[in-house]
């Protein structure tokens, strides 16, 4: 049984960075070179934005089980602090719980983790377009 891999992630857009991530988000830029591309992309597509201003996504994550423990999120950082302040990394799971690599990406859990964070504030991305218009 390996370290789990889904992680919320919490954090707020840094003061002048919301047209820069949104740009980065529409063309694609965002996590660019990172072998964790898509997984950027996907995060940003389904964050939520909670009333007090608070970006909250799920994300999954292998750096764990690659690098050891204290390196969540260790390929991801560098980027998401580009943007984002006050990151707040936690564990969605108990790692008891998890099977690990490669079964947390699709598993029952994590559909469920995503439902119930579906269903908290609005959606990111929405709220960034209206707080930054091109």
């Known amino acids: 049984m390996g370290g789990t891999m889904r992680y919320l992630v919490r954090g707020r857009v840094k003061s002048g960075k919301k047209k820069a991530l949104l740009e980065a988000v529409e063309t694609g830029a965002l996590g660019r070179g990172s072998i964790a591309h898509d997984e950027f992309l996907r995060c940003m597509g389904e964050a939520r ?69 579906a269903r908290t504030g609005e959606p990111f991305l929405a709220g960034l377009r209206q707080a930054a218009p091109r």
Do not use: M, S
């Open 49 to 117: 934005l909670t009333p007090e201003g608070q970006v909250r996504w799920l994300e999954v994550c292998y750096c764990r089980e690659a690098f050891g423990p204290g390196n969540e999120l260790a390929e991801e950082l560098p980027y998401w602090r580009e943007y984002f302040e006050g990151i707040d990394i936690r564990f969605a799971r108990r790692l008891a719980d998890c099977e690990g690599y490669p079964h947390c990406g699709d598993c029952d859990c994590t559909l469920k983790l995503e439902a119930k964070l």
